[in-house]
């Protein structure tokens, strides 16, 4: 990596006697949007404190371009954070709000008054400068938020699940917006979230955390189709798990419900060792084969009709297979408890180690 | 359910009477002076003493910088029990109920013995620094109303966000203080300051033994020798209550809504 702006080297944190994070490492480069994806008590948001210097490591350092600010003070660090629950100074108007941080580092009033203005067209609030918080919806609430955040110029955006206490369809077009802000500064970005479909549609890259650890760092396209962890697999996207038995390492070859499958490339497990082979719905499709190269024998189960789409699960011994077919107005959908094959391409079975 | 409602009227008409009935009486009393008519002369001669204006003017000196010390002291206390040392929150609310359980007269007995002018910390050596310890012992007799409106204030804001929004923009502890923490309980500071002024303005026991020319001691002094004067006194103390009451009840229309929970 060339242009790490932000590294993050072995950080540990302990409260008491319990590990909340574990051995931490991450590169994030200048101008890059990386999330913390993982399930709440993961330690997500305890590293995203000790970033911004609420918490201090038990080990380890953080640099921010290139210096250590391990033991800063968080008010020493230019950073800009948005907090969950808002929290706009009820008692300051929006403009008030925004120019805080410009005062407080003692900008000139022109100066604040032109920036404030600047962040509000930037936000899409431009008359919103003298309203109080108390005023606003918490979409707007929390795009004043982003705003105060970035006024000062910051060197690094912590984003602490903004999201989380909006509605549904604000939070798909502020989570699209704050991207595009976040693009068009080119301000390195860390998004702390425990939704993957937010991870995955904004994030440059991705770290899936579980129990205090990062499992996996890479792009959305690699955590969602090459994830490395059951853990990850299961977390991120819905997931077909399959139990099975190796039959032969070097041709990829597994037993599942007495029925054979070849994977074509070896498998690290010894033959006879009991594994777990994943699919992905979409990987999957219903009927003989279809043109792909492996298929497996089972029962239709549950159906879903949705519409424009047919849920159905398929049990192949104990195994469920979940896919989805699109809704065809010439062929009435699968019967529940009828025989069926499933079809699949050897490359979409990703094989998880434990 | 009629006589549910009957009976809630009862009970509210006897206790409106139990309240006013003496008020009333006072008033009536405070505007007898002049014999076979009503008149404002209980006033006028009170109105008219000089030493009822150097009284009040004193102890309402004395109560502004009570409060000032009390909101200096109880303030940055309570928002820091809050915010780091909640597990210490049972010991302080204690040591601020103490004063409720040690009288003023013990307490000052006890400030006459460590402060005298022969001790380390002569503050009654001279009147400007007994009239100091009066105050700070104003602000201790305040500190159960004081502590426990700031506290009930600071629990409608979220004050570890608050602080830490502040803090990562860039502010220090006493820019948070000052314009983020109390601005957003400054009606609770307000009631505070309001029950100090009450307790300040009508006390008697440390004036008194400090021999400071407060306004206690010189009700006392009049309603010992006087008739028409102490009623119309008691009345003015009344009408001064109320007026605080309004004042905070106007203010309170101006507080800031708490919009930063999430709804």
């Known amino acids: 990596m060339a242009d790490t702006f932000l590294s993050i080297q072995n950080v540990r944190k302990d409260f008491g006697a319990t590990t909340v994070v574990n051995d931490f490492n991450l590169d994030v480069e200048r101008g890059e949007f990386v999330s913390f994806l993982g399930p709440s008590g993961c330690g997500k948001t305890t590293m995203l404190r000790m970033v911004a210097g609420f918490e201090e490591p038990s080990a380890g350092r953080i640099m921010i371009g290139g210096v250590d600010v391990t033991n800063l003070k968080p008010n020493k660090r230019d950073i800009g954070m948005v907090f969950q629950a808002y929290a706009l100074f009820p008692n300051l108007t929006v403009a008030q709000n925004i120019a805080f941080g410009l005062r407080v580092a003692g900008v000139s009033r022109a100066e604040q008054e032109a920036r404030v203005k600047e962040m509000l067209s930037i936000i899409k609030l431009p008359d919103f400068g003298s309203r109080y918080p108390y005023q606003l919806s918490g979409g707007q609430q929390q795009r004043v938020a982003l705003a105060r955040a970035l006024a000062p110029s910051p060197k690094l955006l912590l984003l602490d699940e903004p999201l989380s206490a909006l509605d549904a369809k604000v939070r798909i077009s502020l989570r699209d917006e704050i991207r595009a802000i976040q693009k068009r500064l080119g301000i390195t970005t860390i998004f702390v979230t425990h939704d993957q479909e937010e991870a995955l549609s904004m994030s440059d890259r991705i770290v899936v955390m579980y129990g205090g650890k990062a499992e996996q760092t890479g792009t959305p396209f690699e955590i969602y189709n090459r994830p490395a962890t059951r853990f990850v697999a299961s977390f991120v996207g819905t997931l077909n798990l399959l139990e099975g038995r190796v039959a032969s390492s070097d041709r990829g070859a597994v037993e599942v419900d007495g029925q054979t499958i070849e994977l074509g490339r070896p498998i690290e497990a010894e033959a006879g060792k009991p594994i777990t082979l994943a699919l992905r719905p979409e990987a999957v499709s219903l009927g003989e084969t279809n043109g792909r190269e492996q298929g497996l024998s089972g029962t239709i189960g549950d159906v879903h009709f949705l519409g424009s789409v047919i849920r159905v699960k398929v049990g192949v011994g104990r195994n469920a297979v979940m896919l989805d077919t699109f809704n065809d107005p010439a062929s009435p959908p699968p019967v529940a408890g009828t025989p069926a094959r499933i079809g699949f391409s050897p490359r979409d079975v990703l094989v998880l180690a434990d | ?263």
């Open chain 2, 1 to 263: 359910m009629k006589s549910s409602r009957f009976w809630a009227w009862a009970t509210f008409t006897v206790g409106a009477l139990y309240f006013f009935v003496p008020l009333i009486a006072t008033l009536e009393f405070s505007l007898r002076m002049r014999r076979g008519e009503y008149s404002f002369d209980a006033y006028r001669v009170v109105f008219g003493d000089d030493r009822f204006q150097a009284t009040f003017t004193y102890s309402v000196v004395v109560a502004i910088l009570t409060i000032l010390l009390g909101v200096l002291v109880v303030v940055p206390t309570a928002y820091w029990i809050r915010l780091r040392m909640p597990h210490l929150r049972p010991v302080v609310e204690f040591i601020t109920l103490l004063p409720l359980i040690i009288p003023a007269i013990v307490i000052v007995f006890g400030y006459i013995r460590m402060y005298g002018s022969s001790s380390p910390l002569p503050f009654l050596a001279t009147a400007r620094g007994t009239d100091a310890l009066l105050i700070i012992g104003y602000a201790t007799l305040a500190l159960p109303y004081m502590y426990r409106a700031v506290d009930t204030g600071l629990r409608t804001i979220d004050v570890r966000t608050l602080t830490e929004a502040a803090q990562i923009l860039g502010a220090g502890w006493t820019t948070i203080i000052s314009r983020v923490i109390l601005p957003n309980v400054l009606i609770a500071v307000l009631s505070g300051a309001f029950l100090s002024f009450a307790i300040v303005i009508g006390e008697f026991t440390m004036a008194s033994l400090l021999n400071r020319p407060a306004f206690g001691p010189y009700l006392q002094n009049i309603g010992a020798n006087r008739a028409y004067e102490p009623a119309a006194l008691a009345v003015l103390a009344f009408a001064i209550t109320w007026a605080c009451m309004s004042v905070i009840q106007i203010l309170s229309r101006f507080a800031p809504k708490s919009a930063n929970q999430p709804r």
